[in-house]
């Protein structure tokens, strides 16, 4: 389970995960998005997120917080991606340049990047609340779970390198 807000990284660390463990990545982003940046329904992302986690394995990564429960549940290993609003809101900006008019791979089809002043309002209006919200998520982690909280890029190589060292992958 990858949390973390907007830039943090998530869809890019559940992609190197995938790449070396072989487990399949759901991105909430294609849970949350029909074609043509269509939001589907709240009720319906909720059944969809309940049915990924119903799966025997997954790395999920994304939000949609009312059913964190359920996959913290099920998850063995908690990943807070937290990382400072800076860095974010470049990594945002430089993805929107790099995609712009094409679907990003954890985007739906018919999702074309785009630039939308609103989400980078919303980022900034949700940095703090979201960031608790994660907080206390990362807190109240049963001890059964691995848990990890990272700050920044050279702890989250460190541990995909320890992860494909675990692996026997160079």
Not at 11 to 22: C, E, I, N, Y
Not at 38 to 64: M, N, Q, T, Y
């Amino acid at each position: 389970m990858i949390v973390g807000q907007p830039g943090s990284g998530k869809s890019t660390l559940a992609r190197s995960l995938a790449q070396v463990t072989g487990l399949p990545v759901v991105h909430i982003d294609q849970l949350l998005w029909q074609s043509g940046w269509v939001l589907r329904p709240k009720a319906e992302v909720d059944v969809l997120c309940l049915e990924a986690h119903a799966r025997p394995c997954w790395i999920f990564e994304g939000g949609h917080s009312p059913t964190w429960a359920d996959r913290l549940e099920r998850c063995d290993t908690l990943i807070w991606l937290d990382v400072p609003l800076p860095l974010r809101m470049f990594r945002v900006l430089r993805r929107t340049l790099r995609h712009y008019g094409y679907a990003r791979p954890d985007l739906p089809p018919g999702c074309p990047e785009r630039f939308d002043i609103s989400f980078l309002v919303w980022i900034w209006r949700t940095r703090k609340t979201a960031r608790e919200k994660m907080r206390r998520l990362h807190e109240g982690a049963l001890t059964d779970k691995s848990c990890y909280r990272f700050t920044r890029a050279a702890e989250i190589d460190g541990f995909l390198s320890d992860v494909r060292d675990r692996a026997g992958c160079s």
